[in-house]
DNA sequence: ATCGTTGCCGGGAACGATTGCATTTTTTTT
DNA sequence: AAAAAAAATGCAATCGTTCCCGGCAACGAT
């Protein structure tokens, strides 16, 4: 059961030449004749011979492909952002290999590793919600490993990263819901220790300062787990029911708890649920459909992958260390369906 | 700008054995001493030791890997397909390849050519909607690369297959909308040639027939962008609601279709979009949230990759050629929000 | 004392491709 | 026509690993 493949020598030995003729004619080397590069190069296209990347890889120590990590591919933000990813990678020949952590760090571990080993030429990474402790990304880095962050970064390595402006997008969906007349406006995030949490909830904090609404701190929810399981997102809205001054609002810090978070209030209060604002993170394509309805703070995750790719292939492509390294940051959007300012 | 790693050569060179001592001292060959044994492993565990999986796969010619080849992963059902892939390939000592055609027949070809070049030791794939010509797969399948098909599958290779319970899903989601009072039923669907197409197409008419209501062409509209592309779904709403006779119903045989459908509506029409009675196969998890609502024919992604890939694997692993293949079938599950039949 | 076993280990080819250097062939120069 | 220069091609090492094969010691049996 073994899968046949032509190569270098199969040429070599039809063609009577040695490999070296061969591999010469097929790069075009200067120093082989015109009629022999024609005779190596028509019957190499006769046979369809491919050069095995494998053996390529081993030799140059090189893949020409990247490693990519998200915590999961089903959320919106992730599959748009690889879809930036892989618009630039393949236009720079690059091969675009796509893992998952499913927000566990375990996994990311595993992924990174084997993503190494397999000797990537680089590194894209969006941090698993458990990662805290991401020596082992550093001694990668070290040893000379390309990495970019998106997304959720890292102070602890110094390198390029691209990420949404946070700060703006949870200061523009907060300051929406009050200019729509919300006061008591809850929120509902990632874990704690994450880039991206504190940048939302600074956002968020500043317009309520801006606005003179005090900050709540039972108004605020950590979910863990990012929405990955709904059991979190339904505690977290029950306790927010619970509470005898209920929200009459909720910015929501991420894509899948912004989705988990309706389902959970249209299962558990859907009278609730309709009456209150809610604006959110999500990149979500058929947030208009939704019901209740939501005013949406969008990544643009497509960009954000384009550059962060670039950003790799500059590193990966450099002839010298580089030691100079920016922080892209791009706009978020805000986007508002009519249903959503009701209170106006 | 190398990244190094430590191979077998150092730990000979550090412990004074030969290579083919260290190698086999690390695998546990039987011709090795214990205590020879006892140092390399401690050795190779101390400086961290990684084999290779480059030279691996170039000496083995595989790679214990597998590749998949969907149309585009921001798609419900194949992200979650793919989390069944990964599911049973991880257990099973397989990595994980994904790569997207975003329905495109050239992509496809070069997606597969080249993760057979990358060695994969077994293919996962289900045609983009402009696969008409498989030949490319149909001469590697012959070459003795294992091949397993599942959702979308063509005929003309006789290998393993997974798919929904596709007749049975275009037929209950249709009887649904006929028992909810229903009787002008429209129907939006994939390209034509798509072994999904027809099969959910021939359960739509068993059910028309069933129930006494003729089936009526212009009533169905094949969008052969799957809806990746938006414009098609709006020209195919324009033209239903063009018809002097339109349908009060849809049933919408795909998930992309699905969602497009239901933003065209509410861009277009919204109060036709409402009024009518629409079911679809879609895997959001976020159809309950949907308005206009939407009755859910949804399939059983997870286990088809799971079932998929362990057909996949056992091809891999097995020792003499296998003759005969088995295509399984899965039934879908017909999600009714109370809202929907609204007719009752 | 010699032979066959057994246990342990090293040498070197192989996987597919590239590449510096050596070698052969052809062309040009004198 | 001989020598020098140029062009074309081959040899062999390399990447990291495995594995066939052969070597060598120690030991028991003859």
Redesign the pocket.
């Known amino acids: 059961m073994r899968f046949e ?8 030995k039809a063609l ?12 075009g ?9 024609r005779i190596v190069l028509e019957y190499a296209e006769k046979i369809n ?8 890889s ?4 090189r893949s020409h492909s990247i490693g990519v990590v998200v915590c999961e591919i089903a959320n919106n933000f992730f599959s748009q952002a690889i879809n930036g990813i892989e618009s630039i990678a393949y236009n720079s020949g690059y091969h675009v290999i796509i893992t998952q952590s499913n927000e566990n760090h375990e996994r990311e571990v595993l992924n990174v590793e084997h993503l190494a080993s397999r000797s990537v030429d680089g590194l894209l990474i969006s941090l698993s919600s458990e990662s805290n402790d991401i020596s082992y990304l550093k001694s990668l880095h070290e040893k000379g490993l390309p990495i970019v962050f998106f997304d959720r970064v890292s102070e602890e390595i110094n390198t390029h990263k691209v990420i949404a402006n946070n700060f703006q997008g949870g200061f523009e969906a907060t300051e929406f819901l009050i200019k729509s007349g919300y006061t008591k406006i809850g929120h509902f995030t990632n874990a704690a220790h994450l880039s991206i949490t504190r940048e939302r909830l600074e956002g968020y904090k500043a317009a309520l300062e801006k606005h003179q609404i005090p900050f709540n701190e039972s108004y605020v929810k950590y979910c863990s787990y990012s929405g990955l399981i709904q059991d979190e997102i339904d505690a977290a809205v029950k306790d927010i029911l619970k509470l005898k001054e209920r929200p009459d609002a909720l910015f929501i810090a991420q894509d899948k708890i912004s989705t988990s978070t309706l389902l959970a209030l249209r299962k558990l209060d859907l009278e609730y649920g309709c009456k209150i604002g809610i604006s959110g993170f999500t990149n979500s394509n058929v947030a208009p459909l939704f019901s209740p309805p939501i005013t949406v703070v969008r990544q643009p995750a497509f960009e954000m992958g384009q550059q962060a790719t670039q950003l790799l292939i500059k590193l990966i492509e450099s002839k010298h260390p580089v030691t100079e390294f920016e922080t892209k940051t791009l706009n978020t959007q805000l986007i508002t369906h009519s249903s959503t300012n009701r209170k106006l």
Chains 1, 2 share one sequence.
């Open positions: 493949t032509t190569t270098i020598k199969d040429i070599a009577g030449f040695s490999t070296s003729t061969v591999s010469r004619a097929l790069r080397g200067y120093e082989i004749s015109e009629e022999t590069k011979y491919r050069p095995n990347p494998i053996a390529l081993l030799k140059e120590r």
